[in-house]
């Protein structure tokens, strides 16, 4: 037990040191020097995977897989500039109750069905991305909202945005989340303790 | 390994039953719907659209033969059959010059090499078959677009042509898919190898303490499937005539979806090679009717996506009793 919670804290924590050792040696192979922009750059590029791979992470944690993140992704998006022609704040909503309806019925066939997660979210993937397509006709569609879509890259202290903020409180408020007592982690565990293992394709099998 | 201790298992003679009573009836009540609708649809009862139907199932539907094959072994979904079928007609392409023969086997074994060493990693080192899918999908698509330099590519040389041919008006490549699935459907049901890829899916400690060669059981099943993706990718190759990184296209969501849409069970251990075939030729007719009808793409793979769901959930429902 101990060995491999210390390997769980290790791993990612000498990964973010790697990659931020590589980021500050930069310099030497392209020979310019960094600036604020390219950190604020790279947070960028973090924002835009690190919802996502929280979404999964959490899934994963909890046993499972989630293959329909990018499809809840597509939609979100697609529903945001639907509704949020008018108040980019009701498109926000909107689309964050759509993708919390979304999970939640994915989550209800998966808890009280016992269905295999990969499956039903590979089904609902098809079925979101259908969606997006058929509410966007295929096309690119675009916010015409322009103080919202710059509001939400406009530099923060330099190197952060609002898009950035959000992920970074998401992931720290995560954190915290998941070491408190009855969270996922915990239940998970207890499940993985209690009861023969589920299915085969169950994401975090540490032994 | 120890088959003195471990008796055969009393699951194999119930194993390959399974449960076509509740199946059949899910069968029919879709044909009850989709039948009128189908038959009142303009244009769909006629020759041509009947060969339109079964063209567009043909290459989802040799990939998902050999999908199935891995799922029934219990090694669940690969994430990469869209990057190996593109690598695989680039091979095809690239190598044209030394003549139809060569450049198909050539293709033919890179698609069962690639898929074999993932077959391996699950098969003996108990790899999470969509995790290591999904990893060795970014490795083979990065390889595409190394081996292309991001550019398509085209044909060597000419002599594909005959992949193209219609014997009978209809795409060569159907006649294949027909000839896989039997081919498959047969290994399946007749023959030890067939036999061993159940047990090894519906419980791999029991396969493993019955002495079963549990590693090279599932090895056979994910080479026949990188088998079945190679054809898929040379017909993709002689059908476009060139191939870019993004050839195969939906290509693993299709052919997981045909193989659940067939009954078959993510865990492992039950499902059939004819009944994917089912599963891609139903996903085809309900896609023809939709396009005939006038609706979108969009709408198109929305209601394959509820399709594949449903008959999940239902397939899942049922086997628990």
Redesign the interface.
Known sequence: MRPALRQERIVPAAALVLVVVAFVLTPLGTGLPLTTFDVYNALQGFAQIGLLALAVGLTMIAGE?D?SVVGTYAVGGMIAVQAGQSSAVLGLLVAVAVGAAVGAVQGA?IAW????S???T?????????????????LSVTFTNRAATLWVDHTIAGVFSPRSLVTLAASCSWRSCSAAPGSVRNCARSAATAGPAG???S?S?AS | MMSLLASPPAAAARVRRARPGSLAVALAVLVVVLLPVAVTTERFLTLGNARAILASAALVGITAIGATLVMIA?S??SMAASQTATVVAMVFLATLDQGLLVATLLALLGGVVLTAVQGLAVGYWEA????LTIAAGFAIGGGAIWFSGGTPVSAASGGYDVLNATPLGLPLAVYVLLVLAVLAEWILRRTTAGRQLYLVGEN?AAARAAGLPVGRVTVVAWAFFGLCLAVTGVFLAAFNTSATTNLAGTLT?DA??AV?VGGTA???GKGSALRTLGGAVLISVISDVLLLRGY???????????L??AV??LV??RG?R
């Open positions: 897989f293959l066939l069905l016992r269905v295999p990969v499956p039903v590979l089904a609902a993937y098809i079925a979101l991305l259908g969606l997006a397509y058929a509410i966007s006709g295929g299915s085969p394709v994401g099998n | 219990g669940a979904v999470n078959p969509i995790v791999r969501l997981i979806a659940l993510i865990a492992g979108s793409t969009g709408v198109q793979i929305l209601v394959k996506g509820i594949v769901l999940v959930v899942h429902v628990r």
